[in-house]
């Protein structure tokens, strides 16, 4: 029985998240070592180290889409769309970064869509 409310499709959403926590922890320790190098730097090198901070966001952004589509091609459009939705709010809550990355996109490209 499904709870109102409660995202459908979010036991799967975890489950995937967990494991792609094991499977890339190296890539999310770099960048969390990226944050942190970006947080302490000066006026002088905050911008490069910024993107280099972005660079591996955007790296883990792509495996993690790699792995949201794949699971979605067996869906229905409807299901499908319902679950991208619900997979992009768990993979921000989960890895913050994520929104920081879709934040900085919107500044430099206003029209750009969700």
């Known amino acids: 029985m499904r709870i109102p409310g409660r995202p459908r499709f979010g036991d ?3 489950r995937q998240l967990a494991l ?7 890539l999310l320790v770099r960048i969390e070592e990226a944050r942190r190098a970006y947080g302490r730097a000066g006026s002088d090198d905050a911008e490069e180290l910024y993107g280099t901070y972005m660079d591996l966001v955007e790296e883990a952004e792509d495996d993690l889409l790699e792995l949201r589509d794949h699971f979605a091609m067996s869906m229905s459009p409807g299901d499908r769309a ?3 939705r619900e997979f992009a709010r768990a993979a921000e809550r989960r890895l913050p970064s994520l929104a920081a990355r879709r934040d900085y996109e919107r ?3 206003p029209d750009l869509d969700d």
Do not use: L
Request: net charge negative.
């Open 12 to 14: 799967v959403i975890q």
């Open 20 to 26: 792609f926590d094991v499977e890339h922890r190296d």
């Open 82 to 84: 319902r679950y991208r």
């Open 107 to 109: 500044t430099m490209d």
